[in-house]
């Protein structure tokens, strides 16, 4: 799998005048070799791949590293490695770097290890690495959502009056783990009360009360790939307006769900969700993109925003997570991972969207 996406990324490099790519960015190197260590160095050139790391991945990285050959950098420092690998910095070569992800003085330090090399932003050649999913990829992402849905299910039984919003992070982390993810796809949002307007308010000391909003935004790995859900409930009794933004955003997320499809714009979806919520007179309240893509790691694309110029193709997954928030008062986010087919979407969380009244 790893040489066919090397081998495809080559294609794109010679269509775009480029002798090859140096790729920094450890999640792009996860995506294309297999390596999941955290310090990594992949070079494609026109006749193959090299990978560098250091001592202390000697072992590891021959193990998972599969299309490019494994090299320890002497001393540890990747990109004075680079001088060892021969035959790829020939004068007036033309090299690709991810600009995005690479520092200025990762720059100016490739310019003096390769100084006959000419470097270019290759960010449009990375621009939808991943994006559209393979059968696996598919699998592993069911399966992680799978595995968020059963642990917020589990800890639902804890929430009440007098526990800390870490406690809730935890024990969600925990039930994740317990379930089959190797790790948090990303810090976990638990926010209570006023803190549910914080669209990323990660779980602080904050003891949960009666009549709070609370917003659970969480994810699982599974097989490096990861879900993204957001479900809010409130504690006790909701109130009438609690009942009216709640509704609200539930209307706008089931309708951008109904709009995902093949062939639709971002933005269209983007436009569907923001639309309801501005009819009902809190537009000034929604000041987020609807939904990004996931994969091997958390926003990938496509993403759907008003600015987004991307079109939705089959196999894509994206995340449909409109919201309302109130500084001082609180807020309501719903989130599922939305899988892209020419029939429309297919959600695949199953955890409840009613508002749950614990």
Known sequence: MSAKRINALRKKLRESNLDGLIVTHLDFIRYLTGFSGSAGLLVIGSNGAEFLTD????????????????????GGDLLEGLKDLKGL?????????????????????????????????????????????????????????AVSDTAFERVLSLVAPGIRERELA???????????????????IVASGWRAALPHGAASDKKIEKGDFITFDFGATIDGYVSDITRTVVVGKA?????????????????????VRAGVAGKAVDNVCRGIIKRAGYDKHFGHGTGHGIGYYVHVGPRLSPLSNDILQPNN??????????????????????????????????????????
């Open 89 to 145: 910095a020939d004068r007036n070569t033309r090299y690709g770097i991810d600009a995005a992800h690479l520092t200025l003085a990762q720059h100016t330090r490739l310019r003096k290890v390769w100084p006959g090399v000419l470097l270019a932003n290759a960010e449009d050649v990375l621009a939808d690495l991943g994006w559209v999913k393979e059968p696996e990829e598919l699998a592993a992402i069911r399966k992680a959502a």
């Open 239 to 259: 109130s009438p307006r609690q009942r009216k933004i709640y509704d609200i955003v539930l209307r706008a997320q089931l309708a951008g769900i109904r709009k």
């Open 317 to 358: 997954v994206v995340t449909v997570e409109p919201g309302i928030y109130i500084s001082g008062w609180g807020g309501v986010r719903i989130e599922d991972d939305v899988v892209v087919t020419r029939g429309g979407g297919k959600v695949l969380n199953r955890a409840p969207k009613n508002l749950l009244e614990l």
């Open 55 to 74: 001592f202390r991945y000697k072992d590891q990285s021959r193990k998972e590293v599969a299309g490019a050959r494994v090299h320890i950098a002497r």
């Open 170 to 188: 935890a024990e969600l982390e925990y039930q994740m783990m317990m379930l089959g993810s190797s790790k948090p796809a990303f810090e976990t």
